[in-house]
């Protein structure tokens, strides 16, 4: 293995693993940290973790655990992937698990750009933009349990670390490689040993790969591995094998539980064409709504790919955490899909479409996946992907706020068919 990659989340790993396959990289995505060594045809190596919003000493010690097993593999650079919205509290995660990473690898500086401008997420003077609109008032605000308030990556940062968080400017960034590589340079010898990154095009983030082809820490959204397969290319390590991935066949279902609001847009489209089963936190907290009512409804009207959601607004999802308590909502939720998606998959259910990132690790988890195998991308950041493990499932598995408005009719299609 060459390229060892920790993801904060599972649809931000199967997004990274897309863009490095997309680069010609033999790509695998593992789900935890694997018992194993891996497969000795993986160049690129992606361990999904579900640390995004687990306590601070949790999340650092996974991705340290997950760091030792990719080293152990042979990969001579690691990425830490978050989201490209910078999902975090002013506690953390992603800057804990940064400079733990930083300090185990011994690296002088490491980039942090939450760049991907094919979705609309764009750095500028330090500042993280989200379809032109600053991310503090994108809908990023009103996260049920990252609320991103604060635009301004450095400052968010900085609750966040202990060093000080340096800049590369997008001016710096638009002179190209050797400007960026002095510029890092620069931040090391300062003691920054954590610099944010502007950019606002794929060409920015492709003269950013290629300056940082001998880091051993690189952080950011998939967008940052653009440029990384091409240092490996050019020094013949690639061998070009493509994919493992081949389509299902057979009946299909999808479940949604993100309350983003290009989430809440896709599922009325959806809904206005398939069947839909909306699940309120209320219903799920008292005991109205189980997994077996759910699983009822979906098989009774299967032959139309039906959907299972909940999808509430923001202020229903607010009323509810403080009624019941934030963690014990998003536990009982998450835990209500992950029950879904085992019944789904032992009935036969061949293809499943996730919307959002927690539970996407719900169900992932609860199906017990090891690992998967990459296929065709969907829409920018989202492959197929062919699940190994009890369940060999279709997967596709969607951040809340990628895909267009009908990403889950095409989703169903990438799978498979009927």
């Known amino acids: 293995m060459l390229l060892g990659c920790i993801a904060d989340d599972f649809t931000g790993a199967s997004d990274l693993a897309n863009t490095l396959a997309k680069g010609g990289m033999a790509t695998m995505q593992f789900v935890g940290i694997p018992d194993g060594a891996a497969p000795a ?161 794929d060409d920015d983030l492709l003269a950013i790969g290629g300056a940082i082809g001998g880091a051993k820490l690189v952080t950011g959204g998939s967008g940052i591995a653009l440029g990384l397969p091409e240092n490996f290319r050019k020094k013949g390590l690639l061998s070009g094998r493509g994919t493992g991935f081949t389509p ?58 039906p959907m299972v959601y909940s999808s509430a607004d923001p202020a229903e999802v607010k009323a509810a955490q403080e009624r019941y308590g934030k963690a014990e909502v998003a536990e009982a939720i998450e835990g209500f899909f992950g029950e879904l998606a085992v019944m789904l998959a032992d009935a036969g259910i061949a293809r499943l479409v996730v919307g959002g990132g927690e539970t996407s690790g719900a169900v992932v988890t ?14 920018p950041g989202v492959p197929a992907l062919a699940a190994e493990g009890p369940r060999p499932i279709r997967l596709a598995l969607k951040s809340g706020n990628f895909g267009a408005l009908d990403f889950y009719d095409k989703a169903l299609a990438a799978l498979g068919d009927a």
């Open 41 to 201: 045809d993986c160049e690129a190596g992606v361990v999904a973790l579900k640390s995004r919003t687990v306590p601070v000493a949790d999340a650092v010690a996974q991705s340290l655990a997950a760091c030792e097993w990719l080293l152990a593999q042979g990969c001579t650079q690691i990425l830490f992937k978050y989201c490209s919205t910078f999902d975090s509290t002013k506690e953390g995660n992603i800057g804990p698990v940064a400079e733990a990473l930083v300090e185990r690898l011994g690296a002088d500086v490491a980039v942090v750009c939450p760049v991907f401008p094919a979705t609309g997420r764009t750095l500028f003077n330090g500042h993280l933009f989200v379809g032109g609109v600053l991310l503090s008032e994108s809908g990023m605000q009103n996260h049920p349990l990252t609320p991103m308030t604060d635009p301004d990556i450095r400052r968010w940062l900085s609750h966040q670390t202990k060093g000080e968080v340096g800049l590369v400017p997008f001016s710096v960034v638009r002179q190209g490689f050797d400007a960026i590589q002095l510029a890092l340079a620069d931040e090391a010898k300062a003691g920054r040993r954590l610099a944010v990154v502007d950019a606002v095009a």
């Open 248 to 305: 299902g066949r057979g009946s299909a279902a999808v479940i949604s539980g993100s309350c983003s609001t290009q989430s809440r847009a896709q599922v009325k489209a959806y809904t206005a064409r398939h069947p839909g089963l909306a699940v309120m936190p209320d219903e799920v907290m008292g005991g109205a709504m189980t997994a077996k009512k759910a699983f009822d409804h979906v098989m009774e009207r299967i032959g139309h790919a």
């Open 366 to 379: 609860a199906l017990e996946v090891e690992r998967f195998h990459i296929g065709p991308e969907i829409d």
